[in-house]
């Protein structure tokens, strides 16, 4: 049996890389700094988590002729000295805490600031991915209003379980108890008006419920708690409604503000037309898809199942230059949407994809779920690899699709073109066809149609 031949690989002689290497261990209350030998009486100092203190950190790393610096990725305890010290000229490496500890040969008297510090000398520490600061305060903003959604959805349950305990079945007769219909009633029955006929008048033309039903609903036990607890239940969801809709007009504001680089080739791709019709649960108050269109120069709605709070998402999260990452396999790997197989001795020994926290990871398998339906190519994709694979693999497989259209859309500016579910079948029985015509080939043999095709 004939071995496998394996390229030798050349390994060069461990070198420093960062001579002007520093290495930071930040804590809640304290940070500890380590610096090359002979550069201070000191080569380990610690210094307080104020800003004067972080700023007295910065003065002494300058003094000590520091040009680099790595530290890790610590709660957020790290984002304000990383930002006061990516302002002051130096070049900062987030490091992922797996990364320094995967390292083999730590003593037990070496503090995390020194060995951070050595590794990062000798060019064994990776950066982490951060956006540029303009992307970085548009995915602040991003993300406090995903929360502010998610508190509102808990006020939602309040009033839901508030109108329970008065044994109003409401929501057995709308489905959104916070549409029109619904909101017109709870406002009506805080202000004292309990008659079912009354409140059942209030019924949106479009409801798809009469108003006997609604009205049957509605015969409840107006008990006082209740309506107090209902009552703050809805100034809570009113508030946090007020609360995202500030958030919209700070992202305007931002979006308006931020001018990135024209490229030549935007100017071919049609900006999104503006949006029709009622807005959509959720949705920004503003035209959002037009301003990630002048963000990035494409119409990333364009992709079926990227809605414009998707494509924020996506944005936010990985910016707008692609050209951080070498290729779109190294994309999607930092995405976790590829396999991570353990090999040894030319046999995997685990498959399946690393688990993460990557809110662009999260987004991306929610808009491949939403494809189950689609008649469009890439529902047809995912509804497939369904029926080969089961559900979990294919929303992964279509979760990876979607990344490798939306990185050659931001790196190529191009526009997305659906060929719909039909084509792609065309395609997919083609591809099928050539492959069975190729091994038939191989064997000697020759594939012809059938005169009569089975159905």
Not at 10 to 35: M, P, R, S, T, Y
């Amino acid at each position: 049996m004939s071995q496998r031949k394996r390229k030798a690989v050349q390994f060069d002689a461990l070198e420093q890389i960062n001579l002007h290497a520093a290495g930071i261990d930040v804590h809640a209350e304290e940070i500890f700094v380590a610096v090359p030998q002979g550069r201070d009486a000191e080569s380990v100092r610690s210094f307080p988590t104020f800003t004067v203190d972080l700023h007295r950190l910065a003065d002494w790393l300058e003094k000590c002729g520091i040009e680099t610096v790595a530290m890790e990725s610590t709660g957020i305890y790290w984002i304000p000295l990383y930002e006061i010290l990516e302002d002051r000229g130096f070049e900062v490496y987030l490091v992922n805490a797996r990364h320094a500890k995967n390292v083999p040969g730590r003593k037990s008297d070496v503090s995390d600031c020194q060995w951070i510090q050595q590794l990062h000398t000798y060019g064994l520490l990776r950066a982490s991915f951060r956006p540029p600061a303009e992307i970085c305060s548009i995915r602040a903003l991003v993300r406090h209003r995903e929360m502010l959604v998610r508190y509102r959805a808990a006020h939602i349950q309040h009033i839901q379980k508030a109108l329970q305990l008065m044994n109003i079945k409401l929501t057995n007769v709308l489905s959104d108890i916070t549409g029109v219909t619904g909101m017109q009633i709870i406002r009506a029955i805080l202000a004292g008006e309990h008659d079912p006929q009354v409140l059942a008048s209030f019924r949106n033309s479009k409801c798809a419920r009469s108003e006997a039903e609604i009205a049957k609903s509605l015969q409840g036990n107006y008990r006082r708690e209740h309506l107090f607890a209902l009552r703050q239940a809805v100034e809570l969801y009113d508030m946090y409604d007020l609360q995202i809709q500030a958030c919209d007009a700070e992202l305007e504001a931002l979006y308006r503000d931020f001018d990135p680089p024209r490229r030549p080739d935007q100017a071919a791709n049609r900006p999104p037309k503006p949006s029709k019709g009622k807005r959509r649960k959720n949705q920004a108050s503003f035209d959002l898809r037009l301003s990630l269109y002048q963000l990035t120069g494409v119409d990333l709605t364009q992709v079926d199942s990227i809605d414009a709070l998707t494509a924020q998402t996506l944005v936010s999260e990985i910016g707008l230059d692609m050209n951080k990452w070498r290729t779109v396999k190294h994309f999607t790997s930092w995405l976790s949407l590829c396999p991570h197989n353990e090999v040894s001795a030319g046999k995997v020994k685990r498959r399946g994809t690393t688990n993460t926290r990557n809110r662009a990871n999260a987004a991306l398998r929610v808009a491949a779920q939403s494809l189950a339906r689609s008649d469009s190519a890439l529902g047809a994709y995912y509804r497939r690899m369904r029926a080969k694979h089961g559900s979990p693999k294919a929303v992964v497989a279509t979760a990876h699709k979607l990344a490798r259209i939306i990185y050659h859309m931001l790196k190529y500016t191009v526009d997305y073109v659906d060929l719909g579910a039909a084509n792609y079948e065309a395609q997919h029985n083609a591809r099928v066809i050539r492959n069975l015509q190729r091994k038939a080939a191989k064997l000697g043999f020759r594939l012809q149609p059938a005169s009569n095709p089975v159905s």
